[in-house]
């Protein structure tokens, strides 16, 4: 009997079968979003040639690119601000969320009278808070901060609510049994079970506040040397530069695409040991 045949069905047998899949699977999610992007990029120049549609309609992907180059020392300075706001806002959100609620669940009645606060906050449209903030802020950088931290902010704090709340009361009780003070439970319970709720609202959290930070500059109409990318997507517009409007959108894509990975792998480091949600399964 050969030693393949007397290894078949045994435990080393599967580990080499489960790696292959495991490898093939990884390759095949880089592959397949790549391979689309490049698939959508060459429909979009085929596009172009096939209809001969001018440059001031809609620029080539060659075009795109070429204005990156050319226009980075313009777009390069608006893009860190753009990006400034967004991190800040998100950690301050983050910050302020995860406090606010360990506050609120702490007790039922100071979720009562401060909850509904957050909820306004949340359902009053930016673009119409934004012209306020202008107005009662020192300067533009300090409304749009503002307002892209609101808009951050509910998500965080109501997933980090729900996570508080959702601790199993069997372990509530033990912990209890064993008398442990509120404090205990909280850093040892209560936190590491809302990890979960978290990273979801992290993961969303971390979108809106680079879509709020836009539409916040947008609204406030900010321009000249320490503006955003909105006001690049303006000035292109207006002078019918599209190429850099289009290289602007690239840019603002690629921001929001490398935070939503950001967050995805924190999250992964938070949870791929222990959770359903992060556990790797062969069934």
Not at 31 to 42: H, R, S, Y
Request: hydrophobic share 55%.
């Amino acid at each position: 009997m050969s030693k393949a045949s007397a290894e078949a069905g045994t435990d080393s047998q599967v580990a080499v079968v489960v790696s292959r899949s495991s490898v093939g699977e990884r390759v095949l999610s880089i592959v397949i979003p790549v391979f689309m992007v490049i698939l959508a990029i060459a429909a979009w120049q085929a596009h172009i040639m096939i209809n001969q549609v001018p440059r001031y309609i809609m620029p080539a992907p060659l075009d795109v690119v070429t204005a990156l180059f050319t226009d980075w020392g313009t777009l390069s300075p608006s893009l860190l601000v753009t990006l400034r706001i967004t991190l800040m806002a998100l950690s301050l959100a983050l910050v302020g969320g995860v406090g606010l609620a360990i506050i609120l669940v702490q007790s039922r009645w100071i979720e009562l009278a401060l909850f509904p606060f957050a909820v306004i906050l949340q359902v009053t449209p930016m673009i119409a808070i934004a012209p306020l903030l202008i107005i009662y802020m020192p300067d533009t950088q300090s409304a749009l901060l503002t307002c892209a931290f609101v808009v951050a902010f509910f998500p965080i704090l109501s997933n980090m609510v729900a996570g508080l709340k959702s601790v199993d009361h069997n372990l509530l009780n033990l912990f209890e049994l064993y008398g442990a003070s509120r404090w205990q439970t909280l850093i040892h319970l209560k936190l590491p079970s809302s990890l979960p709720y978290f990273a979801a609202g992290l993961r969303i959290g971390g979108g809106l506040s680079l879509i709020a930070a836009v539409v916040a500059e947008f609204a406030a109409g900010s321009a000249g040397k320490g503006s955003g990318l909105a006001f690049r997507l303006l000035e292109s517009g207006y002078r019918l530069n599209y190429p850099r409007l289009y290289a602007a959108l690239v840019l603002l894509m690629v921001t929001g695409v490398a935070i939503f990975a950001l967050t995805s792998l924190i999250s992964w480091a938070m949870l791929h040991r222990w959770h359903e949600s992060a556990l790797k399964r062969e069934n």
